[in-house]
């Protein structure tokens, strides 16, 4: 029965190519290298008037380096805020209690991140704190009504 | 030393009624197939001869009336029961109906496969045997599509004996053959009869042929049973349905003329 | 004008007739899954049949889209002055939709209408219905074989024609465009989501491989058994299996990427 071995050699090859690709597509395309490095999280908060174009699993950097996602956004009805819900990852844990959150564009058309830049203070954010100092996105539409502005001011 | 069955009946069928769509198939058909004989079941074109082999095999069931094969009521069996009654039976396709993409050994072989654990060894030594049987033990690695007709039936019988079934049903198994072969096939119907002790049921219009090994006919026309007996009773019957079949007049009961209007109605027309 | 109107009742009662035929076949199909465990050698043998043979037409067809892709794309990014993002526009298009489509359609025209003409010669000779008369059911012995190979080859054609495709986009891109290597792939990496991107893509090329086997089997086993017919049932095959896979893409892409 020569023939069916080496139809079973060809569906062999066939199923190893297939998996290949799979394989191939996973560890050379995809993002799978930096999500299995990716370890336990502790959760902060930050409260945002305006969190423009932000998305769930949006980044959140320090200095330009990622430390953390976002992993929620909620809006508070009592003081109609945005409530941002941050995962950072756990050996980031020692941000000062006077960090700021800012949200930043990465590059001209590019999606938004938050941008934490740590303060001074010798208390530590833990697990459930907040970050009480936040910038809201820039929303476009504001800044030429605001440049407008300044220009029919200026020329008076 | 061959039992005698000559007094009992493998296929009783009753008040058989099946229609297609519009037309009655069958309309009230009785019949009586006896252990150990060939049975023939003849009759014009399109009497749905082919009809009663599928209702005796269970792929079709009757509107009314009731197939027994073997003390069994095939039309009431469960998908079990039916596919176990199956492989006592087998069922000689016009076509031959062999799988296309297997050798000749690989056909024959295929029930044997299927339905027992034997081992290769012994399935071999079995197909063998059935080959042998039917001549083509040699022709045992060509595949179908290097068949004649008549190849191609016998290697089909082959396969249809395959596991010793009690009997067998023929469809058409001598249209369009040449004289040989035609001759090869119906010795071969004759000696599986008597060698194997098998019931044969010969579905077929082939008078001569078919006459010369039956030893019993039912002449079915228009959904019921015209004529029945032996070869001889029916030649010399006085029914003139009976005479115009086994004689072959081209007008009698069944017209020449397709029903139509007045010839002369017709010709006139373009006037 | 009322005979329009019976016609199209008629058609409408016809369609679902079919439909009603073709799910019961699918469950008996499914009820025979259990008895292919001892049988894998016919199993093996069909995806010989439906995988191993349609692997050239997937090759060159994934490596000329992913080339295409890279060309395209450089040419309306280059205007923004992103062109560096080539990479990930290539993937995201292979990985998301691409691939399992387009290998989809591709199986549909080359192992679907292959299936169908074969299933239908098999009924016309009467094979299906002497294996019948053996005792041996037709369903289990030759679709289901066919069925799961089907569904198994789909998601794995798929992955080549992507991985292909991306490979092609490569070439185009860096090594014919000028892209810069490096950005290529991190951008790509960066955005291509394994859950997201790559996981649904597999999905969906199951989705397709059920779907497109299905109606390959169907219309071969339900074919009328004459040379018209069985011609007639493998031209359904490839259109319905186009119709079938582009409605279930729209379906599944607005399920899975509707919310981003």
Known sequence: MDQSRTLEIWVGVFIALGLAALVVLAMQVSNLASYTREESVYHLTARFDNIGGLKVRSPVSVGGVRVGRVDGIDFDMNTFEAVVSLAIASRYNKFPADTSAQIFTAGLLGEQYVALEPGGDTEVLKDGGEIHLTQSALVLEQIIGQFLYNKADGSK | MKPDYSDDVLVRIRGLRFARGERWIFDGVDLDIRRGRVTAIMGPSGTGKTTLLRLIGGQLKPHQGSIQVDGLDVPKLGRK???????????????????????????????????????????????????HAVGLRGARDLMPAELSGGMLRRVALARTIALDPMMIMYDEPFAGQDPISMGALVQLIHLLNEALGLTSIIVSHDVAETASIADDIYLISDGKVVGHGTPEELNNSRSPWVDQFMHGLPDGPVPFHYPARPYFADLMEGV | MIERLQQLGRSGLLFFERLGRGVLFLLQVLAGAWELVPRLALLIRQIYAIGVLSLLIILISGLFV????????????????????????????????????????????????????????MKATEQLSSMEMMAVDPVRRVIVPRFFA??????????????????????????????????????????????????????????????????????????????????????RTVVHSAFAVLGLDFVLTALMFGDI
């Open chain 2, 81 to 131: 029961a039916l596919y176990e009654l199956r492989k006592r039976m087998g069922l000689l396709f016009q076509s031959g109906a062999l799988m296309t993409d297997m050798s000749v050994f690989d056909n024959v072989a295929f029930p044997l496969r299927e339905h027992t654990r034997l081992n290769e060894s012994m399935i071999r030594d079995l197909v063998m045997l059935k080959l």
């Open chain 3, 66 to 121: 992913g080339m295409v892709l890279g060309l395209q794309g450089y040419n309306t990014l280059v205007d923004f002055g992103a062109e560096e993002s080539l990479g990930v526009m290539v993937a995201l298009s292979l990985v998301r939709e691409l691939g399992p489509v387009v290998s989809a359609l591709l199986f549909a025209g080359r192992a679907g209408s292959a299936l169908t003409a074969e299933i239908g010669i």
């Open chain 3, 150 to 235: 089907g569904l198994l080859s789909m998601p794995l054609l798929a992955a080549i024609f992507s991985a292909v495709g991306v490979y092609g986009g490569y070439f185009v891109a860096v090594g014919l465009l000028g892209v810069d290597d490096g950005s290529f792939w991190s951008q790509m990496q960066a955005k291509v989501d394994i859950y997201d991107d790559i996981r649904n893509g597999i999905i969906k090329s199951f989705v397709f491989g059920f779907v497109v086997t299905w109606i390959a089997l169907f219309e071969g086993y339900d074919a009328l058994p004459t040379s018209e017919g069985v011609s007639r049932a493998t031209t």
